[in-house]
């Protein structure tokens, strides 16, 4: 008997849906390719648009092909994309190399672009190991800080270190050599770019970890450049964060907190309540685990910007968490300190880079490393993942002993920072690094913190500032104002952020659970669903049911199994792929349906739905793969319960012959 056509259809789509899972689980990472027949230098560029603050403008976009490892004469080639974003007059003023932050993070992102090409090409050259052809991803170290009891705990960063070394190895089978990626390469790769292009000399900007590849650029090339403007500045042997300045930067803001109505209401002494709570943060908020080191971590980083644009990752957010006496604040924090901080960096270039600081970590660990400061060693323990951590496995580049330490320079340079950075404190580039530059020139803007609050205040008077020091060396920050730390910068609390993800997860798992009741309710009561109404719900309950099962394992790690991550397979595809399959099992199966195939068909749609599942889980990483869980879930369970009905048993079980008379 040959199918209905629609059943062929249904097949086809759902097994279309699984097998397209199943690529994308095996495919190979998707990054730039060396073009074929390329040579070292070689640069193609074709007209393209980049989308800017102010729209999209005109731009080339390109692959330049670089050695992997320029000291070795037969050493494999690497492609870095380039983007020129043109001059809107058509002006002919000195080209800007963009230089972002990081390190482990692109060169790509540069909105603000608009603010500078009014006369003059922008140019972002994407970093090695991160925007290239080869990218030194770590899944090993992103699957052990999600696997951690705490982000930095003791059992943590022995485990962590490990991950760095399998990933290390991995890399090199792969024929990787990680020594070229250091600060140097980095250089010679913008210089590349820049003989390629044909400019004869450029201007720098660049901001937080980006500055060290600046400084390092005007020590090897100082005839390439003409001006070199730095935001946000760190300064050799600062990869890491010293807690006495930490503190001292929270006791900027306990002067500020004084000064201010709102806050000085709260507490008379920012730091103090900061360091009592810190001190003393619970183990849970109801049912719900705190990971102490996890709220340390994000903590650090948050108190980087304090500008409304960055919330809820700002300080006014955080300081307010700590000051509303609210575990469930301190539980938020825990729960998007999970979610962001292990994925956010692409781990193996962030230490191939890192290794330029490996000795000043070094000398802070064997110094004691944290004194007793207010939130601790968490932070640097999670870069450097302790004092036996990273750096005593992954390999260090030659070429990084020249550049641990401060050196001259006579290129033109500009230092901006904000008065109260955490990241990279103002104090560090006037007594670190201007005394080395023979024409530098410091600007520190009052109240702002790290570079997101020097975009976001102002965006004139940044524009002003950098174009006024490329066109004519001038530092004017005339256009700005002191913008006061707005201490109620605070759109969403931490604790409103709890109460809406236990509210969130909860209400869709009840829900969930409700509708699956109801449906076998109507399955006893009417028996089953006609063909027409038991498609639509196959359809129209994946989504619920698959929000229901996956929040329910969300639940479970937030409760009882902490050291598993919210969008692992174990945490995703059992809830999914239970309620999902007991879902499509009751929306297809007629009550009439002999015993033993009812329990066959509910067995085949719930063990299908866990093997799409885990196929959907493998397809996609992090955040984006509870929903292809879902998709493979629903897939896999419509599959086999239409395998199952074509069969010739079902079949003659659901329209049996009529009997001779």
Known sequence: MALPRSRVVALVITAGLLLSLGYLAVRPPSTLAVPDGARAGSLALHECDYDTEAGSVAADCGTLVVPETRRDPASDLIALPVIRIKAASGGSGTPVFRLGGGPGATNLGFREASRLNATRDVVLVGYRGVDGSRRLDCPEVVGAMHAADDLTSPKALPATTRAFTLCKDRLQRDG???????????????????????????????????????????????????????????????????????????AQ?????????????????????????????????????????????????AMHHNGRGSAPNNAPTVLDAYLSGDPGALWAMSVLGDAALPGSIVWGEFASFAMLDAPAARSYYEAGGDPGSILGNASTDFLWTGPEGFSTVWPDSPDNAQYRTVRQSDVETLLV???????????????????????????????????????????????????????????????????????????????????????????????????????????????????????????????????????????TVWTINPDDYVASTTATAPGVSLLIGIGTYLAWAPRDLPRPLRRAALAASIGAALVGAVLGSAATTDLISPATTILGAAAAANLALLVLASSTRVHEARHPLPTAP
Not at 206 to 227: E, I, K, Q
Not at 462 to 491: C, I, K, N, Q
Request: glycine share 6%; proline share 6%.
């Open 176 to 250: 990787v050599d990680l020594t070229a990626y250091s600060v140097t390469d980095r250089v010679e790769d913008m210089e590349s770019a820049r003989t390629a292009l044909g400019y004869p000399k450029i201007d720098l900007l660049s901001s937080s970890a980006g500055t060290r590849t600046a400084m390092v650029y005007s020590w090897r090339h100082p005839d390439s450049l003409r001006r070199s403007a730095m935001v946000s500045v760190n300064p050799p042997g600062h990869l890491l964060w010293d807690p006495r300045i930490t503190d001292s930067q929270f």
């Open 417 to 555: 920072s904000g008065s109260v950075d955490f990241s990279t404190p103002s104090q560090l580039a006037t007594t670190e690094l201007l005394p080395s530059l023979s024409r530098g020139k410091q600007v520190i803007l009052p109240e702002l913190g790290h570079t997101a609050d020097f975009w976001e205040h102002r965006p004139e008077a940044s524009a002003h500032l950098l174009t006024t020091f490329f066109d004519r060396g001038e530092a004017d920050a005339s256009h700005f104002d002191t913008r006061p730390v707005d201490f109620t910068a605070v759109p969403l609390t931490m604790s409103t952020i709890a109460k809406l993800l236990v509210a969130v997860t909860t209400t869709i798992t009840a829900l969930a659970l409700l509708l699956l009741t109801a449906m076998a309710l109507r399955r006893r009561k009417n028996g089953g669903f006609s063909p027409r109404t038991g498609t639509w719900l196959r359809v129209l309950t994946t989504i619920p049911l698959g929000l229901g099962g996956w929040f329910l394992g969300v639940l």
């Open 253 to 301: 803001y306990t002067k500020l907190c004084q000064a201010d109505t709102t806050c000085a209401a709260r507490t008379p002494d920012l730091a103090a309540t900061v360091r009592a709570t810190a001190t003393n943060i619970p183990e849970r908020w109801g049912p719900f685990r705190i990971k102490d080191t996890t709220v340390r971590v994000l903590s650090q980083y």
